[in-house]
Structures are given as C-alpha cells and as structure tokens.
C-alpha cells in the first residue's frame, strides 16, 4: 500500500522549475525560475481574474509572475511594489517571460474538444 502522505510530498519536491529570461530593451538580462502552476495559483489569480484561463490579460499575467517568479536563490523575484514597473514594461517582455514559465501549462481547448469533454456531440 502506497503512503499517501510521502507521494504527495515526493510528487511536489519533484516539480521542475522553468526558466524565463527577460532582456531590456538596453540588452541587461534578467533570469527568473518558477515552479509548476498549482490549483491554489489558479484560485488566486481567478480570484482576480475570473476569465485568466480561457482569456489570459497582461494584468494577470504580471500577477502570477509576481506571485510565482523567483532568483538564482529560490526567493521572491517580485513584490507587489514592482506591480507598476512590470505592468509598464513591453508587452512582449511580460508575454515572453509569462509564457516561458507557464506557457505550456496554459494549452487552451477549442470548441469541438470543450463539447466533446462535456458530453456534447
């Protein structure tokens, strides 16, 4: 019989960060690490934004990478403090690293795969 407890702590500890690595326009590099989305990230950010999923806006986007992105040290890249820079920055540096980091997780379906899920023929 399997512990419940211990797979669920060994499944967690054996998610891979991604990686993102914001340039500035003046070519300075900034490198950020983020660990999988979880259903609690998308509690929060649907919280704020109820429609994230199905249309993702740059608001929420730069509030799950404030809330996700962390340094070489694993800590906090951003606090709400940078809220106002990173909502200025370029639409394609906060899409580019949005996307390196949760990209894959944020796979959306079409219509015919929506019905086909819920029963609809």
Known sequence: MVDVNAWLKNAIAATDDTEATLTAPNGEVLKVWASPLTPNDLKFISRKHPNFMLQPS????????????????????????????????????????????????MTTEDDEAQDARKGKS
Do not use: P, Y
Not at 58 to 84: P, R, S, W, Y
């Open 58 to 105: 740059m608001e929420g986007m730069v509030d799950l990478i404030i809330a996700k992105a962390k340094d070489e040290n694993g800590q906090k890249a951003f606090t709400l403090e940078h809220n106002a820079s990173l909502m200025r920055l370029s639409s394609n540096i906060v899409t580019g690293a949005f996307g390196d980091l949760f990209g894959e997780q």
